[in-house]
């Protein structure tokens, strides 16, 4: 008994080092495992701001013509808003070519686009023509090129409506398998900056354990 309990005394240190570091190195591994396997996160923002355009123009009412200023053609905007969504790759892998979709209530028209990226090898591409000759259109096809990570778009439109639940009825949807976040709920932020954190713990672990 007194030969097990030195035995133990001099080397227990060293088998616990190597079998907790054995089970927190495949710990690790499995939760890194099934983040990099997830359904990638995109991180997004949308804010709906409403146009008082008597405030602009006053004495505006809806029967006042607006004339094109080609085409003499009359627009008659009882209402106009402007939607700003912004976009994050907030996951950890590179998408090539993001295939977004935004669909508007039947009753609200796109007349306006503006997009914007982080410099010119970012680019936003509509397959829809948006201009004030649009005739009901509510529904934009888009792909961004590239979508890696980190990367950033903003998408502006000017909307013509009176529909003041236009932010709870604007659907967003995408082709590819990811999974859209609140960019205003940092959980999601600071659990990828400790996943990552443990990403660089991981070969050291080894080394440790390497060592023993």
């Known amino acids: 008994m007194a030969d097990i309990a030195l035995f133990f005394k001099t ?18 591994t499995y939760f890194l495992t099934e983040r990099r396997n997830r359904v990638q996160p995109v991180g997004r923002r949308l804010t709906v701001t409403h146009v008082d355009i008597q405030s602009i123009i006053p004495g505006y009412s809806p029967m006042i013509t607006l004339m094109h200023n080609t085409q003499n053609e009359p627009y008659h ?18 998408i090539e070519k993001f295939e977004l979709g935004i669909d508007m209530p039947e009753d609200s028209t796109i007349i ?23 005739i009901r259109l509510c529904k934009l096809d888009l792909d961004l090129v590239p979508f890696h990570r980190k990367d950033k778009y903003v998408i502006t439109l000017i909307v013509n409506t009176t529909d ?12 590819q398998s990811v999974k859209f976040v609140d960019l205003d709920l940092q959980l999601e932020v600071v659990g990828t900056a400790t996943l990552v954190a443990l990403e660089l713990l991981i070969p050291r672990l080894a080394r440790v354990v390497n060592r023993i």
């Open 112 to 134: 306006g686009l503006q997009t914007e990226g982080q410099d010119r090898y970012h680019n936003i591409r509509c397959m829809q023509e948006v201009s004030m000759d649009s």
């Open 11 to 28: 080397y227990g240190s060293y088998f616990a080092t190597i079998f907790f570091g054995g089970v927190a190195g495949a710990t690790l």
């Open 164 to 175: 003041k639940e236009l932010s709870n009825k604007i659907q967003l949807s995408k082709n």
């Open 77 to 94: 905007f009882s209402g106009l808003a402007i939607v700003r969504l912004e976009l994050v790759n907030t996951g950890n892998k590179d």
